[in-house]
T-cell receptor
Framework: EDKVVQSPLSLVVHEGDTVTLNCSYE??????LLWYKQEKKAPTFLFML????IEKKSGRLSSILDKKELFSILNITATQTGDSAVYLC??????????????FGKGTHLIIQP | DAGVTQSPTHLIKTRGQQVTLRCSPK?????VSWYQQALGQGPQFIFQ???????QRGNFPDRFSGHQFPNYSSELNVNALLLGDSALYLC????????????????FGPGTRLTVL
């Protein structure tokens, strides 16, 4: 059975700290790994990773994928209160029918205290 | 350009009732996927519609059914509601680029919060 496991499930840090969120996966027909940020309702897209060892960066956020060890990390440096959210990891695995069902982890609930 | 829209935003039903949720995809998108997100959990894939047909289905019972219209909008129907169906139902749209393409980014709507009493 396909599964995505995120850790920690919750994390409380102070503004300015650096955090690392983890995601491990076991899926068939892996195509890519995605990170989303969910604040209220709609998850918003952060990164898509398809190749091992290539870091994706966007401002204070960065992510990297290890396809051999089947995991990814999301780093946030110099955290701000606006980074408080649930961070979701999802894996895209293509089925024979060509559909793009995403398998999500439970998410990491990140709280940044002022 | 409107993103993905969903209606209604909130809904309260009682056990045994039936419910219909609606989704309009982002302009230019032709594929709609539905997800169920229970409290404290990640979204779970229900099914995906493309060219008005269900293309892939997650591990959900037949009480969950859907439809896609010629304008690409979609409905999710749930029959014989159970307390456990209470969740945020998310719709995501994308543009199908073909089997050889890499991931087709899915844009999520704000969701419909369903409460079953």
């Amino acid at each position: 059975e396909d599964k995505v496991v995120q850790s920690p499930l919750s994390l409380v840090v102070h503004e300015g700290d650096t955090v690392t969120l983890n995601c491990s996966y076991e899926v068939t027909n892996f195509r890519s790994l995605l990170w989303y940020k969910q604040e209220k309702k709609a998850p918003t897209f952060l990164f898509m990773l398809t190749s091992s060892g290539i870091e994706k960066k966007s401002g204070r956020l960065s992510s990297i994928l290890d396809k051999k060890e089947l995991f990814s990390i999301l780093n946030i440096t110099a955290t701000q209160t606006g980074d408080s959210a649930v961070y979701l990891c999802a894996v895209d695995h293509q089925t024979g029918g060509g559909a793009d069902g995403l398998t999500f982890g439970k998410g990491t609930h990140l709280i940044i205290q002022p | 350009d409107a993103g993905v829209t969903q209606s209604p935003t909130h809904l309260i039903k009682t056990r045994g009732q039936q419910v219909t949720l609606r989704c309009s995809p982002k302009s230019g998108h032709d594929t709609v996927s539905w997800y169920q997100q229970a409290l404290g959990q990640g979204p779970q894939f229900i099914f995906q519609y493309y060219e008005e047909e269900e293309r892939q289905r997650g591990n959900f019972p037949d009480r969950f059914s859907g439809h896609q219209f010629p304008n690409y909008s979609s409905e999710l129907n749930v029959n014989a509601l159970l307390l456990g169906d209470s969740a945020l139902y998310l719709c995501a749209s994308s543009f199908w680029l073909g089997l050889a393409s890499s991931y087709n980014e899915q844009f999520f709507g704000p969701g419909t919060r369903l409460t079953v009493l």
